[in-house]
């Protein structure tokens, strides 16, 4: 036993060593320039990364002001919301075939497709971006091509007659974009492109879009049109139709466009979200929504987003939901009040976001090394810990609205084949330099969530 556990270290250390080698020549030629256009891209979209990212003061103190703002102008629609209410239940509950006042849309998602080191370092560098972090020790801007991507899709209908969009359910942010007509960028070439003038209902805007990812901002411009997800229409929705959209970065992507499902303080021009535009048209009666998602075996089907109810009740066990506050608009934010690996608490109360938009788990830096210290596993100067597969890793126990909520210590183990082609085990968690959780795929694949606007809360299920 002893022996062969040796030669077995020391296979994974020669991988790593080997790997890590070749990348340390090239990320240490690549990072200087990817600080250098960060920076300049800072200058140039200091207000909007703040406002997306890590948010100044100002930014804070605005976005607080204006919630204030429009809850006073929610109060004074109030009652005559109440009134409108009882008829939009009916009208809903004709809308919509099953006559439960809400609907479902089938979420996609590639089963089977095996994860490369490539692909992994690749999301993780879109996601760093996403919440703009520089990202200097994984770049992958030229070499990590994004052959496949791990995330979850859907189906979205934009005009009449519908055009239709394979998009990202982003709960990460807030905007709706799709490639434009104008765009020749090569990701908008190998995807479906919105035209205004095929669509009768199109509305002209023509304000300017900008949302900056790792490779280069996507640039575009507004417009609106009816949008239809699950069956359900939203009329006048405002989007982002893109004219640039540089890099590799969307090239092979499995969606066209983004569905953002996040509060409208972190949308990109103050665009009203779908989402609210659902509520506020009485498309749906009951202003939440809920996502599903299975992983594992050869369906395609990878779960379910539900707008307009809680009831996921296929896809959850017999447990209830338990809800915690949202604790700040913007990002699904919350308390997450512990967590343990096995009995060993790593960390006290901590804020997280639940992300739909990402297959990862990230955690804040101190936590992210106690994890490991915990794992034992080998860290990367990529930032990954690598272990063997066959290792056995204690369950973690995050602690939400007083409840625990137990994820098996296998789950977080990624299967990944490195360059060299052999297969190893990576820690779903990563460090993406934020202070708080990001709780991708991997955490979602486990508990259903419910976002409910109205009540201003985030509830989790375990799904069975
Ligand atoms: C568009 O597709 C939806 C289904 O998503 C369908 O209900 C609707 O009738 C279609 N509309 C048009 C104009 O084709
Ligand atoms: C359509 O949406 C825009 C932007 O949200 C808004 O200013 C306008 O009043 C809306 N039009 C209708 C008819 O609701």
């Known amino acids: 036993?002893?022996?062969?556990?040796?030669?077995?270290?020391?296979?994974?250390?020669?991988?790593?060593?080997?790997?890590?080698?070749?990348?340390?020549?090239?990320?240490?030629?690549?990072?200087?320039?990817?600080?250098?256009?960060?920076?300049?891209?800072?200058?140039?979209?200091?207000?909007?990364?703040?406002?997306?990212?890590?948010?100044?003061?100002?930014?804070?103190?605005?976005?607080?002001?204006?919630?204030?703002?429009?809850?006073?102008?929610?109060?004074?629609?109030?009652?005559?919301?109440?009134?409108?209410?009882?008829?939009?239940?009916?009208?809903?509950?004709?809308?919509?075939?099953?006559?439960?006042?809400?609907?479902?849309?089938?979420?996609?998602?590639?089963?089977?497709?095996?994860?490369?080191?490539?692909?992994?370092?690749?999301?993780?560098?879109?996601?760093?971006?996403?919440?703009?972090?520089?990202?200097?020790?994984?770049?992958?801007?030229?070499?990590?091509?994004?052959?496949?991507?791990m995330e979850y899709t859907c189906k979205m209908n934009i005009g009449t007659p519908n055009q239709s969009f394979t998009v990202l359910p982003d709960t990460g942010s807030s905007n709706i974009w799709v490639p434009g007509p104008k765009c020749t960028d090569k990701a908008c070439k190998t995807h479906k492109r919105y035209h205004p003038g095929k669509s009768s209902t199109y509305i002209k805007d023509g304000k300017a879009f900008v949302i900056t990812y790792g490779s280069g901002s996507v640039k575009g411009t507004l417009a609106r049109d009816t949008v239809r997800v699950a069956g359900l229409a939203v009329t006048n929705q405002t989007f982002a139709m893109t004219k640039k959209e540089p890099g590799t970065t969307f090239t092979a992507s499995n969606f066209d466009g983004i569905l953002g499902l996040g509060f409208r303080s972190i949308s990109v021009d103050n665009v009203k979200t779908l989402v609210q535009n659902m509520c506020s048209q009485n498309v749906i009666s009951n202003c939440v929504f809920s996502i599903?998602?299975?992983?594992?075996?050869?369906?395609?089907?990878?779960?379910?987003?539900?707008?307009?109810?809680?009831?996921?009740?296929?896809?959850?066990?017999?447990?209830?939901?338990?809800?915690?506050?949202?604790?700040?608009?913007?990002?699904?934010?919350?308390?997450?009040?512990?967590?343990?690996?096995?009995?060993?608490?790593?960390?006290?109360?901590?804020?997280?976001?639940?992300?739909?938009?990402?297959?990862?788990?990230?955690?804040?830096?101190?936590?992210?090394?106690?994890?490991?210290?915990?794992?034992?596993?080998?860290?990367?100067?990529?930032?990954?810990?690598?272990?063997?597969?066959?290792?056995k890793v204690s369950d973690l126990t995050f602690v939400i609205g007083g409840k625990k909520f137990v994820l098996a210590g296998n789950k977080l183990k990624l299967k990944v084949r490195t360059t060299k082609g052999h297969t190893i085990c990576i820690s779903a968690v990563s460090d993406m330099g934020t202070n708080f959780w990001i709780l991708g795929d991997a955490f979602i694949r486990h508990f259903c969530t419910v976002f409910d606007v109205t009540r201003n809360r985030i509830g989790f299920a375990a799904s069975s």
């Open 292 to 391: 599903c998602m299975k992983g594992g075996g050869s369906s395609k089907r990878g779960g379910v987003l539900v707008f307009g109810s809680t009831d996921t009740s296929a896809y959850t066990g017999s447990e209830a939901y338990t809800y915690t506050p949202v604790t700040k608009k913007g990002y699904w934010q919350f308390d997450l009040q512990g967590f343990y690996m096995g009995d060993t608490k790593v960390s006290g109360s901590t804020q997280a976001i639940v992300d739909s938009g990402t297959s990862l788990i990230a955690a804040p830096k101190s936590i992210f090394n106690k994890i490991n210290k915990i794992l034992g596993c080998t860290v990367t100067s990529s930032g990954e810990c690598w272990m063997s597969c066959a290792k």
């Open 1 to 149: 036993m002893r022996p062969k556990l040796l030669l077995f270290c020391a296979l994974v250390c020669l991988i790593v060593v080997l790997t890590e080698g070749r990348q340390r020549k090239v990320n240490s030629r690549r990072s200087l320039g990817l600080r250098q256009q960060r920076l300049q891209r800072n200058v140039r979209h200091g207000s909007r990364l703040a406002a997306r990212a890590r948010p100044s003061r100002g930014n804070r103190l605005s976005a607080v002001n204006k919630r204030s703002r429009r809850s006073q102008r929610n109060r004074k629609t109030n009652a005559n919301a109440k009134a409108k209410a009882s008829k939009a239940r009916a009208s809903a509950a004709q809308s919509v075939s099953d006559g439960s006042g809400y609907t479902s849309l089938p979420l996609d998602f590639q089963q089977n497709f095996v994860r490369t080191t490539n692909n992994l370092r690749f999301e993780k560098s879109f996601l760093a971006s996403r919440y703009g972090q520089s990202f200097a020790t994984t770049t992958g801007k030229t070499t990590l091509r994004n052959t496949a991507n």
